[in-house]
Nanobody, 123 residues
């Protein structure tokens, strides 16, 4: 079993930046592909970014590309999401997820989920 804990959320003004982190307990991050998803009030969970297990290939939703950057540090068993140029529409609970190496852009591909961290962007 893998437990994931997100941190780094908070309140930021539009145009600002936040860095989210995800730490794993149990099996190490190096065994999994990792993803970030978000869910805004009244909306479905949506894909944000992911990074593969084997080669650290990254994938991004069109809505965040060129603004967000996902990275992983296998020595620390952490995954980060650097969020720049934040917009009010980025407000959501952000979730870290771990899945098999084939996991990419779909939430159902992932096996483990964190409890989420709130990101609020003021306008």
């Amino acid at each position: 079993q893998v437990q994931l804990v997100e941190s780094g959320g908070g309140l930021v003004q539009a145009g600002g930046s936040l860095r989210l982190s995800c730490a794993a307990s149990g099996r190490t991050f190096s065994s999994y592909s990792m993803g970030w998803f978000r869910q805004a009030p009244g909306k479905e969970r949506e894909f944000v970014a992911s990074i593969t297990q084997s080669r650290s290939i990254t994938y991004y939703a069109d809505s965040v590309k060129d603004r967000f950057t996902i990275s992983r540090d296998n020595t620390k068993n952490t995954v980060s999401l650097q969020m720049n140029s934040l917009k009010p529409e980025d407000k959501a609970v952000y979730y870290c997820a771990a899945g098999p190496r084939s996991s990419r852009r779909v939430g159902g591909e992932y096996d483990y989920w964190g409890q989420g961290t709130q990101v609020t962007v003021s306008s």
